[in-house]
């Protein structure tokens, strides 16, 4: 079993563990899991993976090239050619993963190409273990470049991809209601109460909660906000696929922005609607999250067709 993989050693508990939500829902709540969105959600789930087993490949390959082709570079600037394997090294690591995902999820939410990738994960209205499986396919291309700079500076290619397995089976568990405020835990983790906030489509709560395993990036660069035990979440999008053909789900989003460029009337048009936020109009007639969030705090009433992020 391939070591940088801890995916593979997780996956049977990730399986028992959506089982478990399942027939505890039967019980508890019958509005967690609907089996059309269940199955769509694995669909998108097995595309990510096997699609993944190649782009792993891919990623660990070109880690391992800068690595070696910056190690002169690294001896002649630095003196040294790798950062090496202590445990401290194995941390610091760790965190850098975490800096790094949160700027790959913060900008899979504020950049429209990549939100158009990223949106199949929060195309669900339900929040369950089993929406948590809902990955994106077209993410799997742009996430690794947020890391390549790691082994141009010495992280050993290897460390790099274990932490990376690392990081996405601790997310895993974030996408359950049945866990409590966890106290203490929540002023630097990221937690499932807060992950909630993150899945909502509530306008208050938009590109909020970006962070992997720690939520103090999201302190750090101002996009940490709390659950709000006065606004009840409601998960998904805006504007949903409405559909559950995994084909749909992962590429409305494109098409949206295909029929935007057709209707520009300029190249920055063109260009800010493939690259601009979501929601961002050249006439101002839409507004994106961080618009609408400003509107709010001024008391300025936006109209229906103004809310498309």
């Keep these: 079993m391939d070591v940088t993989n801890p995916l593979l050693y997780a996956l049977p508990f990730f399986i028992t563990l959506i089982i478990v939500e399942i027939v505890l829902s ?50 002649e600037l630095l003196g040294y050619e790798s950062l090496g394997w202590a445990w401290y090294v194995w941390i610091i690591c760790q965190l850098l993963d975490d800096h790094n995902y949160y700027w790959y999820h913060r900008l899979s939410h504020t950049v429209r190409l990549f939100w158009a990738a990223h949106i199949v994960h929060h195309s669900s209205e339900n929040f369950n273990l089993g929406s948590g499986i809902r990955n ?52 630097f983790m990221n937690t499932p109460r807060q992950h909630q906030v993150h899945h909502s489509c509530n306008l208050e709560y938009l590109d909020k909660n970006h962070g992997g395993f720690l939520n103090i990036f999201d302190r750090i660069y101002g996009s940490h906000l ?8 409601k998960f998904g999008v805006i504007h949903p696929p409405n559909s559950f053909n995994p084909l749909i789900i992962a590429t409305h989003e494109f098409k949206n922005i295909w029929m935007d ?49």
Aim: with cysteine; hydrophobic share 45%.
């Design 26 to 75: 039967v019980k508890h709540d019958r509005h967690l899991y609907y089996w059309n969105d269940f199955f769509a959600s694995v669909s998108m789930g097995a595309g990510a993976t096997i699609l993944a087993s190649f782009t792993k490949i891919a990623s660990i390959g070109i880690f391992f090239f800068l690595f070696e082709v910056f190690k002169p570079v690294r001896m």
């Design 136 to 187: 994106g396919w077209f993410t799997l291309f742009y996430k690794p470049m947020f890391w390549l700079w790691m082994p141009i500076v010495g992280f050993e290619p290897i460390m790099l991809a274990t932490c990376l397995g690392i990081q996405a089976i601790y997310q895993f568990h974030l996408h359950t209601k049945s866990v409590p405020n966890l106290g203490f835990f929540e002023k």
């Design 226 to 233: 709390a659950l709000d035990e006065k606004i009840e979440p």
């Design 261 to 309: 460029v057709k209707k520009s009337k300029s190249v920055k048009e063109a260009f800010m609607s493939i690259f601009g936020p979501p929601g961002w109009s050249a006439d101002g007639s839409t507004k994106t999250a961080r618009e609408i969030q400003r509107a709010m705090r001024d008391g300025i009433e936006l109209k229906p067709t103004e809310i498309v992020s």
